[in-house]
């Protein structure tokens, strides 16, 4: 099981390899409440390398592009599976293709993501780890807050948007872009680098540190706090990290 997101399109690409059993139906459903918690435009279940000749598994993906088709924003979902597969032939007897459309292969149903349109209301800045980039990334959010009428999500969005931008300069060291697309009345943020190393969350300090430069490694602490969800996925060139703002 591998979860690679692709920050540009907003698109996750969930692989189920190996037999299909117990052990890899739980893993299954973790990995995609996980990634339908991130709320992608779009999810591809790439199940080309599943060995399912009983086609048992095909309630865990009717369940799966039903829960998708129900979010606010729906978020298309889409699979992949060699042609004349049993688990395709099951799928394609039940229908299922009308909510689940199938491709032969990731590059098929990459396409035909790509074909639905990109998102529509999202603004992007590609920056440097400067320390004025952090600031670059905040006004972002205040344009795409006025442009899309969301007062309410405005400050704690710039707040979580500075500490992730922050947090890309100081750590990856690396060319890193910030993302800001509409989801609903709320937004979802994320900063791309590339460094694959994933952040960590460290521990609050039990005592209060006699100078408050010293509190190191809180960024993400604040991030939780202010966002409704966030979270970080391995990309192919290294990592993002995103967070949910909603109101109240």
């Given at each position: 099981?591998t ?16 037999p299909?059993g117990?052990?890899?139906?739980q893993e299954?459903f973790t990995a ?9 435009a779009?999810?591809?279940v ?13 309630p ?24 004349g597969s ?16 199938l ?27 400067h ?20 007062p309410?999500?405005?400050?704690p ?18 060319a890193?872009?910030a ?19 994933m952040p960590?969350l ?47």
């Open positions: 099981m979860v690679t997101a692709d920050w540009d399109t907003a698109v996750t690409v969930v692989t189920v390899r190996g299909w117990n052990p890899l139906r299954t995609i409440k996980k990634v339908l918690s991130e709320h992608p779009a999810m591809i790439d199940l080309c390398d599943l060995r399912d000749v009983r086609a048992v598994s095909v865990t993906w009717l369940t799966v592009s039903q829960v998708a088709a129900s979010m606010e924003p729906p978020v298309r979902a889409v699979g992949c599976l060699p042609r049993a688990l395709g032939n099951r799928l394609d007897r039940l229908g299922a293709r009308n909510f689940l459309p491709f032969d292969d990731l590059a098929g149903a990459e396409a035909a993501v790509a074909a639905g349109g990109p998102v529509t209301d999202r603004l992007r800045i590609d920056l440097a780890p320390p004025d980039s952090p600031a670059l990334a905040r006004n972002l959010v205040t344009e795409a807050c006025g442009a899309w009428g969301l309410e999500v405005l400050y969005a710039r707040l979580v948007m500075s500490e992730l931008a922050a947090n890309a300069v100081e750590h990856a060291r690396t890193f872009t993302l800001v697309l509409r989801r609903g009345a709320g937004v979802h943020l994320i900063v791309s680098d590339r460094e694959p190393r960590r460290v521990e609050a300090p039990h005592d209060p540190p006699g100078n408050l430069w010293d509190v190191r490694g809180q960024g993400l602490r604040t991030v939780q706090a202010a966002a409704a969800g966030w979270g970080a996925l391995p990309t192919r060139d290294g990592k993002m990290v995103w967070a949910t703002v909603r109101p109240g």
